[in-house]
């Protein structure tokens, strides 16, 4: 039987989980905070990225590597590859984020599957990730050129 504590927590959880995905206004990446266009155009490139994404690797958003787990679990470090553009040094890399979709998925898979797979997906996220930055680009350009 559950208490009252483990109930609340569930609970909890899952509220938060449903309520992530909406950006907040203000959020801290590398030292300071984006505002609330900085967050649109962010989220408007991350969805056009993952269209990129979605139509090359289609296996992936399959296995958990999709909307979802982008704008939930991979967001912080997306937004710091959005802020380094430039200084690629910081900027995450495709295994980065394949480690990250390995600590919440591949959980279950054996050893050397293990490995591959997650090679495989550091490729495939590199693709992401070079589609975030040419949508940064783009955007950039498009707000040079009206402004």
């Not at 710091?80 to 995450?92: E, I, L, M, N, T």
């Not at 054996?110 to 797979?117: K, M, P, S």
């Not at 997650?118 to 490729?123: M, P």
Request: proline share 3%.
């Amino acid at each position: 039987m559950m208490g009252m504590t483990s109930l609340h927590n569930i609970f909890a959880g899952w509220r938060v989980r449903i309520t992530m995905w909406a950006p907040a206004t203000r959020q801290p990446v590398r030292g300071r905070a984006l505002d609330a266009d900085e967050m649109r155009a962010f989220h408007q490139a991350l969805h056009t990225a993952y269209g990129v994404f979605a139509q090359r690797h289609p296996e992936w958003t399959q296995r958990g590597f999709d909307e979802s787990f982008l704008r939930t679990d991979a967001v912080t470090m997306l937004m710091h590859r959005w802020a380094a553009v430039g200084a690629a040094h910081d900027a995450p890399t495709g295994m980065d984020l394949a480690r990250l979709w390995e600590r919440k998925y591949g959980l279950l898979l054996c050893g050397a599957d293990r490995v591959t797979r997650v090679a495989r997906l550091a490729d495939a996220a590199n693709v992401l990730l070079t589609a975030l930055a040419a949508a940064r680009v783009q955007q950039h350009e498009a707000a040079s050129i009206c402004c």
